[in-house]
């Protein structure tokens, strides 16, 4: 009841950012194997330094979300903690297992979520009861021995986990087709730091780059995910393109040089890559709302649609077997892929074997 008191504050903050800042819902947690309770927070930084400095990603909208929201300005030290303590407020009673906080950049970088933030944000977490787990993203240049160092050992026993976009596995494709900005190499440096610190990760593998083809992209997000495995990622967070206003990615849709993927091409990914660790299918819900989503058909996506919602909740692969639909055909000959159906025996033959799980030893 005590939360009552606190939803004209909350109702003021989701009104100003034009979304809701924080909430609770159940996940599934592969490690657990059954479903645990999130809160996430949504943490309005002063955006990500690389979309400020750069033109950006070149399918990332943030920018455009976070200027709306600041207005240029940085945010304050008051304005973050009160934020985070009135997000606190309203999961009383809830006992989450894990808070997961998203600022639309980098939560390390200082000039983006102030040092004092970061520190006062884990020893909050290292006190709660409930909470086992503090998720953040964040590009690899940012993840430093000293603050990975700080931030765990404030932390204590509880974990840390560091979500990092490498999006593709090639460099080429990383820096041509999305523009990020930092090497493979950046990459894996970041991961030796994560793991010497007995700190998590979470590695985000994006699906149809601008200016590959659908077959292309494919191959290149089974690519990425089988490396990001191998490396030790605790789970991969398969994002399909969609389009958000203020991008490249939408001057190339709106000039009809661009298609989201079809999600018969998400399903192949998962397909060809679930047997070797948890990869979760991310959702087309985000900030500033997409334009255009990854899509079938008007009659099986709506059923496509719910069994990813349906596989994000057990990691269950047969869940993502959904019978026949005509539009199959067309995506097919788009790929140049004969059947789905041979797939299934790369899933369940024997080179499946357990994901080390290499950053939590
Ligand atoms: S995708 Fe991430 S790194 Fe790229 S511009 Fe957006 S927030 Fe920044
Ligand atoms: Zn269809």
Redesign the pocket.
């Known amino acids: 009841m005590k939360n009552l008191l606190y939803l004209p504050f909350a109702f003021l903050i989701n009104n100003a950012l034009k979304l809701r800042f924080s909430y609770i819902n159940k996940v599934f947690n592969a490690e657990k194997k059954k479903r645990v309770i999130r809160w996430t927070l949504l943490l309005p930084g002063s955006g990500?330094a690389?979309?400020k400095n750069s033109a950006?990603?070149h399918m990332?909208g943030?920018?455009v979300k976070i200027d709306q929201v600041n207005r240029g300005k940085p945010a304050s030290i008051t304005k973050l903690m009160t934020i985070f303590q009135l997000g606190k407020s309203l999961t009383r009673g809830s006992s989450p297992y894990s808070l997961s906080i998203y600022n639309?950049?980098s939560f390390f970088n200082e000039e983006e979520i102030p040092l004092q933030v970061q520190e006062e944000i884990c020893r909050e977490v290292e006190r709660s009861s409930s909470i086992e787990q503090l998720i953040v993203e964040s590009?690899p240049e940012f993840v430093t021995d000293d603050r990975i160092e700080l931030l765990t050992s404030l932390l204590k026993r509880k974990k840390l986990r560091v979500a990092i976009?490498l999006e593709a596995v090639s460099d080429y494709v990383r820096e041509v087709c999305i523009n990020?900005g930092f090497s493979t190499d950046d990459y894996e440096r970041a991961v030796e730091i994560l793991k010497k610190n007995a700190a998590e990760l979470s590695t985000y593998v994006f699906l149809k780059p601008i200016y590959l083809s659908e077959q292309e992209s494919i191959e290149e997000a089974v690519r990425t995910t089988r490396y990001a495995l191998s490396l030790g990622s605790n789970e991969i967070l398969l994002e399909s393109a969609f389009i958000q206003q203020g991008t490249k990615m939408e001057k190339l849709y709106r000039e009809g040089e661009f298609q989201p993927p079809w999600l018969w091409s998400t399903i192949e990914v998962v397909r060809r890559t679930s047997h070797l660790g948890p990869v979760y299918i991310g959702g087309f819900e985000d900030e500033p709302p997409p334009i255009a989503i990854p899509h079938n058909c008007e009659v099986c996506s709506p059923r496509l649609m719910r069994s990813f919602r349906d596989y994000n909740e057990s990691l269950d692969v047969s869940l993502l077997h959904n019978g026949y639909c005509a539009c199959k055909t067309e995506w097919e000959r788009e790929v140049g892929y004969h059947s789905l159906d041979s797939l299934v025996t790369e899933v369940e033959s024997p080179i499946f074997q357990p994901v080390p799980i290499l950053l939590s030893t």
Do not use: Q, S, T
Request: aromatic share 16%; net charge positive.
């Open positions: 990500c690389w979309a950006g990603c990332c943030f920018k639309g950049g590009r976009g990020k």
